[in-house]
């Protein structure tokens, strides 16, 4: 099993730039949801969706922007890259809104110079 | 705002010691998770432990949950060089089982 898939690993950016940060996964899960990890901080929720066709705003939304057309797929799209942006990624997913643990992927390491 | 703490921020043992690690938060919680990150890779799942319980097990962990005190703390007994990891502790707040906060994590040195 894949299990959550996040492309690409590496990523530079010029400020400004536009990107997307790509999630699958295979497990038929209906909540996906998206985080960032920085430096002595936990991760921060970005945004996340309860099924396709429902997004929602987590922690730290501005700047970022998600869909959800179908249940495998969660991409992270940033609008105009920012130096405070700079952080590494995980997508995350589990099967519905219950108590279940989430599985992450291993992440997309992002530098906006 | 960080909902969960952990403590020790860091913490080196010898193999086959146990480690304690602790995670303090704020508000009511639906669950508590503990997680586990090795260097550059993703968070892998050790244990959820429900507002109602008290204490889980699984293999050499051991988990428990004081919510009068709002706490946690997550035991590892007789640790292997292969426990080297950050611990990160997760609460789900009450109303809502999906939505995490993490705590900024335990960094465990297991040295052989």
């Known amino acids: 099993n894949a299990g959550v898939t996040q492309t690409p690993k590496f990523q530079v950016l010029k400020t400004g730039q536009s990107m997307t940060l790509q999630c699958a996964q295979d497990m038929n899960h209906e909540y996906m949801s998206w985080y960032r990890q920085d430096p002595g901080m936990g991760l921060r929720l970005i945004h996340y969706s309860v099924g396709a066709g429902i997004t929602d705003q987590g922690e730290v939304p501005n700047g970022y922007n998600v869909s959800r057309s179908t249940t495998e797929d969660f991409p992270l799209r940033l609008l105009s890259a920012a130096p405070s942006q700079t952080s590494v990624y995980f997508c995350?997913?589990?099967?519905?809104?219950?108590?279940?643990?989430?599985?992450f992927g291993d992440g997309t390491r992002l530098s906006i110079l | 705002s960080q909902q969960g703490e952990e403590d020790p921020q860091a913490l080196s043992i010898q193999e086959g010691e146990n480690a304690t690690m602790n995670c303090s938060y704020k508000t009511s919680i639906n669950n508590l998770q503990w997680y586990r990150q090795n260097s550059g890779r993703g968070l892998v799942h050790l244990i959820l432990i429900r507002s109602n319980e008290r204490e889980k097990h699984s293999g050499r962990l051991r988990v428990t949950l004081d919510t009068s005190k709002k706490s946690s703390s997550l035991l590892i007994t007789a640790s292997r060089a292969a426990d080297t990891a950050s611990y990160f502790c997760?609460?789900?707040?009450?109303?809502?089982?999906?939505?995490?906060?993490f705590g900024t994590g335990t960094r465990l040195q297991v040295t052989l």
């Open positions: 997760a609460t789900a707040l009450t109303g809502t089982a999906s939505k995490l906060t």
């Open positions: 995350a997913s589990k099967k519905d809104a219950g108590n279940q643990p989430q599985h």
